[in-house]
């Protein structure tokens, strides 16, 4: 059955027809042509035409040309549109015609760069004295030095140039001295932390490059982000011309919101989006349509998959058909399913966003979206995932209760509208630059005087102070025994981990083995796997036994299975503090200010809570450090005078607040190119008395209750040490965001508050959604 | 957060720091009581790229270090050399140096120094050990552009695991400096040699091992190799240079040991096979010759065995015996070398058994005495847990005989059990 009948069907049967809560039809766009580039060697030209490529896509031609005239350039363009030759073609130019020319290409994965390497090896076969090889890794320690050696294009990733490659770059000189180009593909992954990490990688790289007299040139391409060229010039320190018209053809495509059934009026409950995620691909896939899922989590890909298997086993009697794809996968069997999607032979998948990146597999039909993943920039890639350059496709994103989901099904307008996120990088974040600092210093000794970015001069002395780096003459040495680049991550601004290890074996068999199932990073340790603590892997409950945290002492939870029938969540106390004040901005009712906080949290306590039922079935105490991170944060204090207007009452004044703190901070990631994990949030008051005295949500509710005057102050904070230019953005954003608070709330049909605005009635209290709408009713100003 | 100020970074770098390091508190720096020059013994040179401290020291030919003199390390043949050296024969050993790195550490990358490279080397009747020192960091231009003059003049080089570190480590120190670093010289590493000879009797063979053991030299408080960078860190920082003079004498020594030991070596190479030499040098003189002679070789080893070589070393030499007479095709005398390794209580190794099955099976056409050996060593590897691989391999000798056994028999022989 063709697509275009099946999506009819799924439009005007009674049963899922009324779900369809938006439907955005694409037309089909031509491509648009480009004669191959005059200067195009003549032998790379040969081969295009071998593969039956007779010409160019416009975008295709203008990179070439682009680059041609020495510029930085940066290529926006979707899935699926060629991209990969607008820097394969002057790449492969460049080595075409100077022998000793060298590229290095960066990409945020492994796997991608050995999809591009065997790319780039069919497209180069015609041309004389090609050397290109991965240097990661996984490259054999023998083969390295015949890579460094003899490559003249290298393929590798920010890690390895961080870790292996800089801080050896005397091993490198070829390379270095001949550096043509730097191509970076993937460039919308690099955001938040490791984005932050990149652009000083990249600043340390560029300075190995000048000392050895060379200046590359950066060749870009990103998904569609709202700032591609911004991006660009913040990663590499340098003017970067944007190309964001593609010439490639689309075919038609059909996207479609799909808002599960609500169950429970009353609640708010809808059915459950996995299951029904899970049921309209199977509905699609009995018809024989290629089909793609995207899960939110590695557990939910598995959820889903298994739920699809049983559904598709009963028709075709056999499930292999559907198969998984996320992190964790060994290489091997991704390696199977991108090639047996690429043949046909895999008709689905269920998968993470790690088949998000450009890894070839072929062109789909329809790519289900369970759950919004989390940006607008996300959705197109995912959405982009099915699609043909002629020929129908379609996307169905079926929505979560959370209120971001809600909000977009509610308002299709603004998903297919809006602008694309800004990805956010902050490399002046003190911590990751300090690190930076370390590894160039490492590399070549610092000028006094010289600049890394920008002006160091501070964190030099620091550093000498410290004694890690000596300033002799004018310049600053490397002056430790260790090798900085080795205990710094770019995946983490801070870099220690607990490893989880179960000690279940032991016991029986009083073996020493050190069986390690999980590891926590340092931030979500206390709130995770303190004494007692359950802690879930695939499935299975395990008991925390001990935690060891102290300084001195290596870095473990010992942890033991468990047959129990509750989990646990942690009590944490909190606090927030303002440390300096950047910005303000104040409008009738609200004083918005941005700058410098100190967050303290303590995990205190927890409760257990029976599964399936959900009821409190006991709870603990627990004795952990305070932990207490310098971060950016945007605050609202909204002027007391309107809150007594809106109500007498403080109980229900608080309760309004608190529900308030909880939409803006799950509508906050609409703004940002960042997970809901990455902006943290707390109701305080704005002029606590002692600072670093944490106190639970509980208590401080009754000390805004009690105290003498009334100054609670929602944060929202970027949840990385230093920060990494979330607060600042939300700043900024700070109408809009509000704006979207109450269209959310008034689109809700609830009456108190559900799971998919303010949070579960009776959670927040019956007073706090009519009290947060007042409040917001009172800041957005009317349209 | 933007740049912060000072305060604050160093709060925060204190605290990234904290994990790896322990430091006492900044003492008041003294002022030495006299030059770096009068303390260390040196003098300061100029280079065209700046000044630095040189320290020499000048030897004797007899001079004994330990009980060894240097005179066998001079007028060592180049012969004698060629077995410890991939590149061959020297033109003359006398136009080697002999080199040693005291360095800021050990993990390697740009930012490991050479801050103190010492050389040895003979000129006429003396062997002089000079010493090229960084009085900061930034004399590292001077340093390099000394020891380039340096080497331009020698042929090459001998080190104590030069490959594996000194070398390469100068090597990127040269590059950084945008100079030719002689990569390609002729190179004698005595680590390799030193492990043949000795990794059978000594617990390691590291050069502090093998001098006491071999040249019997005895170094009296000997700065312990691991507490040089932070030693030369303490002098960077407060100027103290009093520990100093530990490093530079843990570094000449390091270089008289270098050029006593390649005497030494050279000499037993010449002379093997001397009965008074411990057996396990011996066995390893064997290994040293076993190329270029041997004939040696074997005598070598012979006499390892009869000064009572101890398991598990007497069989790798009875292993490697038998080895030497397969290749010239004397078979029982190969035959009675397996025999003797496969009689002695070891791990189990199936590599003689097979060569004897071998024998029996080819040489000798004894089919009945080849299934023998087979069914024992089959018992034998799966009492000992062999390998699959190993199992396999002996499981299909065994029914290749048996096939074989059953064809040549006749029938009514067959039947009855072997």
């Given amino acids: ?783 | 957060m933007s740049r912060g100020d000072l305060a604050e970074l160093t709060r925060i770098i204190r605290r990234i720091e904290a994990k790896s390091r322990q430091r006492p508190p900044a003492e008041p720096g003294r002022s030495p009581a006299h030059t770096l020059e009068s303390l260390l013994g040196g003098e300061i040179e100029e280079t065209e790229r700046g000044g630095l401290l040189v320290v020499r020291r000048r030897f004797p030919v007899e001079h004994r270090h330990g009980a060894q003199s240097l005179r066998a390390a001079r007028d060592a043949a180049p012969e004698a050399l060629a077995l410890l050296s991939r590149d061959g024969a020297p033109a003359e050993a006398h136009r080697l140096l002999y080199l040693d790195t005291e360095t800021t550490g050990l993990a390697g990358g740009t930012g490991t120094y050479a801050f103190l490279v010492g050389v040895g080397f003979f000129d006429g009747d003396e062997f002089e050990v000079r010493q090229f020192f960084m009085r900061d960091l930034d004399e590292e231009a001077a340093l390099l552009t000394a020891l380039e003059a340096m080497f331009r003049r020698f042929d090459g080089f001998v080190t104590y695991n030069g490959v594996g570190f000194d070398l390469p480590l100068l090597e990127t120190r040269f590059v950084l400096g945008r100079r030719r670093f002689p990569g390609e010289a002729y190179h004698v590493d005595l680590l390799g040699p030193a492990r043949r000879l000795w990794s059978a009797r000594l617990a390691d063979c590291r050069l502090g091992t093998v001098e006491q053991s071999v040249l019997r030299f005895i170094r009296d408080q000997d700065l312990p190799g691991a507490l040089i960078p932070t030693v030369y860190f303490e002098y960077l920082r407060r100027k103290r240079p009093d520990q100093l003079p530990r490093i530079f004498e843990h570094n000449r020594h390091d270089i008289l040991s270098l050029a006593a030991l390649t005497g030494w070596v050279a000499d037993a190479v010449v002379r093997a096979p001397v009965p008074d030499l411990d057996p396990e040098a011996l066995a390893g003189l064997g290994r040293l010759l076993e190329a270029a002679d041997p004939e040696r070789s074997l005598a070598c080893y012979r006499m390892a065995l009869d000064e009572g070589l101890t398991a598990p070393f007497r069989e790798r030499v009875l292993l490697r015996l038998a080895q030497g007479e397969k290749r010239r095709a004397r078979w029982e005398e190969a035959r009675a070398l397996w025999e003797a390794v496969i009689a002695a209580p070891r791990e189990f190794d199936p590599r003689p058994w097979e060569e004897i099955a071998k024998v029996h099976e080819h040489r000798r056409r004894d089919l009945a005495a080849a299934r023998t050996v087979v069914e024992e060593a089959l018992a034998l590897a799966r009492h000992h847990r062999a390998s699959d691989r190993v199992l396999a391999a002996f499981e299909h000798r065994l029914e290749r005989l048996v096939r074989r056994l059953d064809r040549a028999l006749d029938p009514r022989d067959a039947a009855q059990p072997a």
């Avoid at chain 1, 088949?355 to 072929?362: A, H, Q």
């Fill in chain 1, 1 to 783: 059955m063709q697509i275009r009948e099946l999506l009819d069907e799924l439009l005007t049967s009674l049963e899922t027809g009324p779900l369809i809560s938006a439907v955005r039809h694409f037309e089909a766009r031509p491509a648009v042509f480009a004669p191959f580039p005059s200067s195009l060697d003549p032998r790379i030209v040969e081969t295009l035409k071998a593969r039956g490529i007779e010409q160019l896509y416009s975008h295709q031609a203008t990179a070439f040309e682009t680059a041609a005239k020495g510029e930085h350039l940066v290529v926006v363009t979707p899935t699926a549109s060629g991209k990969t030759l607008c820097y394969n073609l002057p790449v492969l130019q460049a080595l075409a015609q100077q022998p000793e020319a060298r590229v290095l290409y960066l990409f945020p994965t492994k796997a991608l760069a050995q999809d591009q390497l065997a790319e780039l090896t069919e497209l180069a076969r015609s041309l004389p004295d090609m050397r290109m090889f991965t240097y990661d890794g996984d490259t054999p320690q023998d083969a390295r030095r015949s890579v460094r050696a003899r490559a003249n294009l290298v393929l590798t990733n920010p890690d390895m140039l961080h870790s292996g490659i800089l801080p050896h770059h005397t091993k490198w000189v070829n390379l270095f001295q001949n550096l043509r180009y730097v191509v970076i593909d993937e460039l919308h992954a690099y955001r938040g932390v490791f984005g932050s990490h990149l652009a000083n990688v990249l600043r340390r790289l560029k300075r190995i490059c000048r000392h050895y007299g060379a200046s590359p040139q950066f060749i870009m391409a990103s998904a569609t982000i709202a700032n591609p060229g911004d991006l660009a010039q913040r990663l590499t320190g340098e003017p970067v011309v944007e190309l964001t018209e593609s010439g490639a053809p689309t075919g038609e495509k059909t996207f479609m919101v799909y808002n599960p059934p609500v169950i429970n009026p009353e609640l708010g409950i809808r059915a459950p989006y996995l299951g029904e995620a899970s049921k309209l691909a199977a509905r699609f896939l009995r018809q024989k349509v290629a089909t793609i899922v995207f899960c939110q989590s590695r557990l939910s890909t598995e959820v889903v998959l298994s739920t699809i298997k049983k559904m598709v086993e009963d028709r075709t009697g056999d499930s292999g058909i559907v198969r998984g794809y996320r992190g964790g996968y060994l290489p091997l069997r991704r390696r199977e399913v991108e090639q047996g999607l690429r043949s046909g032979e895999v008709l689905g998948v269920v998968a993470t966003s790690a088949l998000e990146l450009g890894i070839d597999i072929g062109h789909l039909d329809l790519a289900v979206l369970a759950g919004y993943p989390g940006t607008i920039a996300s959705m197109w890639q995912q959405a982009g995932r099915a699609g043909r350059r002629s020929g129908e496709s379609a996307a169905v994103m079926v929505a979560t209760s959370s209120p971001m989901d809600q909000y977009l099904a509610a308002h299709p307008d603004y998903l297919f509208g809006a602008p694309p996120e800004h990805a956010r990088i902050n490399p002046e974040n003190p911590f990751i630059l300090i690190n930076h600092v370390k590894c160039a210093a490492f590399e070549l000794p610092l000028g006094a005087g010289e600049t890394f970015g920008g002006d160091v001069t501070a964190h030099l002395a620091a550093l000498e102070e410290e004694g890690v780096l000596h300033r002799a003459g004018e310049h600053f040495h490397w002056s430790a025994e260790t090798y900085p680049a080795d205990h710094i991550s770019l995946r983490t601004v801070t870099s220690d981990n607990f490893l989880v290890i179960d000690t279940t074996a032991r016991d029986a068999k009083q073996a020493k083995r050190r069986q390690i199932i999980a590891e926590v990073d340092w931030k979500s340790a206390f709130a995770m796997i303190y004494p007692k603590a359950i802690y879930m892997v695939e499935g299975e409950p395990f008991e925390v036994q001990e935690l060891h945290y102290r300084e001195d002492e290596e870095k473990v939870a010992y942890v033991k299975k468990v047959v129990v029938d509750y989990f646990t969540d942690a009590i944490t106390a909190k606090g927030v503090w303002i440390l300096q004040r950047l910005g303000r901005q104040e409008t009738p009712g609200l004083l918005a200010e941005q700058g410098e906080v100190l967050v303290a949290e303590k995990v205190v306590g927890f409760k257990k809570i029976k599964m399936g039922t959900l009821e409190n079935v006991g709870s603990g105490e627990v004795e952990l450090p305070q932990q207490e991170m310098q971060t950016t944060s945007a605050w609202l204090t909204i002027d007391p005078g309107l809150l007594g207007r809106i109500s007498s009452r403080r109980d229900d004044l608080v309760d309004g607040l608190r529900a308030l703190t909880h939409l803006l901070h799950s509508l906050a990631p609409i703004f940002l190119l960042c997970d809901i994990r990455d902006v943290g949030s707390w109701l305080g008051d704005g002029s606590p008395a002692q600072t670093g005295q944490v106190v639970t949500r509980e208590t401080m509710r009754a000390q805004l209750l009690q105290g003498e005057t009334f100054t609670p102050t929602i944060y929202l904070y970027d949840n990385q040490p230093g920060g990494i230019g979330l607060a600042e953005r939300i700043f900024e954003v700070l109408p809009d965001l509000l704006a979207r608070g109450l269209e959310t709330l008034e689109a809700c049909g609830c009456r108190s508050g559900c799971p998919s605005c303010v949070g579960p009635v009776n959670e927040v209290g019956r007073q706090a959604k009519p009290i947060a709408r007042a409040i917001l009713k009172f800041l957005v100003p009317r349209r």
